[in-house]
C-alpha cells in the first residue's frame, strides 16, 4: 500500500506570494490533518479534515486554509507568504475505523523557503 | 490548553546503552503518541498508547494517566536510533496532536 504522499517536496515563493501543497492520505484513510513544523515553535496542529469537513483548527491566522476532496485527499493554501511562513510543511492520515486512538501516518512533508 | 514537556532535550549515549526518554503532560487525554524523526526526514509513528505498556522490538513505551506521565525506552542502542523522538498527545474526538519540543538522541558506535 502506498503512503502518504506530499507534493511538492520543496518550494520557494517570495512575500506577498500564494502558494498551495497537496496531500494524497494511504487509500482508505478518511482523516487528513495539517502540521507545520519550524526550527522556533517545532511541530504545531493547523488543522484536520474528515469526510471533506474541517474538524478542528489550530490557532494560525486566516491566510492558512485547506480543504479535503472527495477522494480524501487534501490541499492547504497560505496567502500573502510571510517571511516566518518558511517551514516544513507535513500531512497525517488515519483510517478513521472506530475510536479516536487511530494511528496517524505522516507523509515526508513540503519544505517552504519564503524569500 | 495541554502542555507537554519532554526530558531530557538532548541525551548522547554510547551503543548498547539503555536509554529513557520522559515525556510529562498537563490535561487529560485519550492517547499519546511517541514519533521518531531521522534528520531531514518524515515522521514516523513508533507507538500510540492510552494506557499501560506497549513493546516494539528494542522500543518499550509506558504510560501513567494518573500521574500524566509516559516514558520511551531503547534497549541496546545503535546509531541508527540517533534521532530526534516527539512525544504528542491527543485529545478528544478529534485528531489533532499537540507536540513536546523533541529530544534529540545521538548514540555513538
Known amino acids: 500500500k502506498a503512503g502518504v504522499t506530499q507534493t511538492p517536496r520543496y518550494l520557494i515563493k517570495t512575500r506577498g506570494q500564494q502558494v498551495t501543497l497537496s496531500c494524497s492520505p494511504i487509500?482508505?484513510?478518511?482523516?487528513v490533518s495539517w502540521y507545520q513544523q519550524t526550527p522556533g515553535q517545532g511541530l504545531q496542529f493547523l488543522f484536520e479534515?474528515?469526510?471533506?469537513?474541517?474538524?478542528n483548527k489550530g490557532n494560525f491566522p486566516g491566510r492558512f486554509s485547506g480543504r479535503q476532496f472527495s477522494n480524501s485527499r487534501s490541499e492547504m493554501n497560505v496567502s500573502t507568504l510571510e517571511l516566518g511562513d518558511s517551514a516544513l510543511y507535513l500531512c497525517?492520515?488515519?483510517?478513521?475505523?472506530?475510536?479516536?486512538?487511530?494511528?496517524?501516518?505522516f507523509g515526508p512533508g513540503t519544505r517552504l523557503t519564503v524569500l | 490548553k495541554n502542555e507537554v514537556e519532554q526530558s531530557p532535550q538532548n541525551l548522547t549515549a554510547q551503543e548498547g546503552e539503555f536509554i529513557t526518554i520522559n515525556c510529562s503532560y498537563s490535561?487529560?487525554?485519550?492517547?499519546l503518541h511517541w514519533l521518531q524523526q531521522h534528520p531531514g526526514g518524515g515522521i514516523v509513528s513508533l507507538f500510540m498508547?492510552?494506557?499501560g505498556k506497549k513493546k516494539h522490538g528494542r522500543l518499550i513505551a509506558t504510560i501513567n494517566i494518573q500521574e500524566k506521565h509516559s516514558s520511551l525506552h531503547i534497549t541496546a542502542s545503535h546509531p541508527r536510533d540517533s534521532a530526534v523522538y516527539i512525544c504528542?498527545?491527543?485529545?478528544?474526538?478529534?485528531?489533532?496532536?499537540?507536540f513536546g519540543k523533541g529530544t534529540l538522541l545521538t548514540v555513538n558506535p
Open positions: 487509500s482508505g484513510h478518511r482523516s
Open positions: 479534515y474528515f469526510s471533506e469537513t474541517q474538524r
Open positions: 498508547l492510552s494506557s
Open positions: 504528542a498527545v491527543s485529545g478528544g474526538s478529534n485528531y489533532k496532536l499537540t
Open positions: 490535561v487529560g487525554i485519550s492517547a
Open positions: 497525517a492520515s488515519t483510517l478513521v475505523g472506530g475510536p479516536v486512538t487511530d494511528t496517524q501516518y
